[in-house]
């Protein structure tokens, strides 16, 4: 069985944002908008994306 991957996309700027926000965008690879990571679907993954949902697009692969 493989593994659902998630494709997520910097939409939104860190400008102003809180750091720690600002340091979930750098620990999922992203740092510029537009830019695009896939990453497997963890529970990790997930909860990182919950904190910057309003930053970032996601799609399953």
Do not use: C, W, Y
């Not at 720690?20 to 695009?36: C, D, E, F, M």
């Amino acid at each position: 069985m493989a593994k659902k991957q998630l494709k997520i996309t910097q939409f939104r700027s860190v400008i102003g944002r809180h750091f720690r926000q600002k340091r979930t965008i750098v620990a999922l690879g992203l740092g510029k908008l537009h830019r695009s990571v896939i990453h497997n679907d963890t529970p990790q993954i997930q909860g990182m994306i919950k904190k910057v949902s309003h930053l970032v697009k996601v799609e399953t692969v």
